[in-house]
């Protein structure tokens, strides 16, 4: 079946760059998604890209996506205390419904 | 105001009660859907609807019901809580074809 799978933890100095990683297992995924949760909030979208695209950049948030290998990566330039939270990515599986696979979520800590 | 609004916000009962959780959005998307998240499982689809009193089963549905009575609307349902649906739930809503997700803040459930 379709899975998503991050790495569960992050740990970066502020002004560093953070990179979070995802592999997918469904090849004929459409979108694929980074998600943003920080404590006590729901998920806030950050970016998303489309399947036949390499990278795509917004702002600090630069995605690049490898179809070859199913890896999507998300780096965060300079991060900041503000970026700390649980990252999570999300595949659309099936264009006609819009369903999404989560992956566990990528907490990020980022020390002063 | 948020756009996708859940209440409540926290709720503790016991085994055996019946507990509705409601969600309702301002975004006039048709689809929404109800997930679940425990720690480091990332986020599970319960139930999911594309339209009024249209129900369609997620992956882990046992043990839950939903209603969309309303295109604004999406309740679930937990008949006879047990202690092993103590969770935070999600509510989203999407608009049509591959638009992101749009999520509410969670109701985090208890169950004794």
């Known amino acids: 079946g379709e899975d998503v799978e991050q790495s569960l933890f992050l740990s970066v100095r502020e002004g560093d760059s953070s990179v979070i990683n995802c592999t997918y297992t469904?090849?004929?995924?459409?979108?694929l998604y980074w998600y943003k949760q920080e404590p006590g909030a729901g998920l806030q979208l950050l970016t998303y890209?489309?399947?036949?695209?390499d990278m795509k950049q917004d702002q600090r948030l630069t995605v690049l996506l490898n179809k070859k290998d199913k890896h999507l990566s998300l780096r965060i330039a300079d991060t900041q205390t503000g970026d700390s939270a649980i990252y999570f990515c999300?595949?659309?599986?099936?264009?006609?419904?819009?369903?999404?696979?989560f992956g566990q979520g990528t907490t990020l800590q980022v020390k002063p | 105001d948020a756009d996708v609004t859940q209440t409540p916000r926290n709720r503790i009962t016991k085994t055996g009660k019946r507990i509705m959780l409601e969600c309702s959005q301002t975004?006039?998307?048709?689809?929404m859907y109800w997930y679940r998240q425990d720690p480091g499982l990332g986020l599970r689809l319960i139930y999911y609807?594309?339209?009024?009193?249209?129900?369609n089963k997620g992956e882990i549905s046992d043990g839950y019901s939903v209603s969309r009575q309303a295109q604004a609307k999406f309740s679930l349902s937990l008949e006879s809580a047990i202690p092993n649906q103590t969770a935070l739930y999600f509510c989203?809503?999407?608009?049509?074809?591959?638009?992101?997700?749009?999520f509410g803040d969670g109701t985090r459930l208890s169950i004794l």
């Open positions: 890209i489309f399947s036949n695209m």
């Open positions: 975004k006039g998307h048709d689809r």
């Open positions: 609807s594309f339209d009024v009193k249209d129900i």
């Open positions: 989203a809503t999407q608009g049509a074809g591959n638009q992101p997700q749009h």
């Open positions: 999300a595949e659309s599986i099936e264009s006609n419904t819009g369903k999404l696979i």
């Open positions: 469904d090849s004929s995924s459409t979108y």
